[in-house]
């Protein structure tokens, strides 16, 4: 599946109600920027946790 650039904001919006659980269209495009740049945050706060508890599941236990 290609992305095009129009699914860019579609995205974004999901990205937003996913973390935030709020209506990203609700307010201002100041305010769709700042809920943006903090659901970009928190997922990539997740996905370097997890990224670090599973290179933890597979790191040889020295005893």
């Known amino acids: ?5 129009e699914d ?3 995205k974004a919006c ?3 109600r996913s973390n935030l659980h709020i209506d990203p269209t609700a307010g201002s495009a100041e305010d769709f920027a700042a809920y ?6 928190l997922e990539n706060w997740r996905l370097k946790r ?3 508890m599973i290179a933890a599941l597979f790191t040889p236990k020295d005893k």
């Not at 599946?1 to 650039?5: A, G, I, N, Q």
């Not at 943006?36 to 945050?41: F, G, K, P």
């Open 1 to 5: 599946m290609e992305d095009k650039p």
């Open 8 to 10: 860019g904001f579609l």
């Open 50 to 52: 997890q990224a670090e």
């Open 14 to 16: 999901a990205l937003i």
């Open 36 to 41: 943006y740049a903090q659901a970009v945050w």
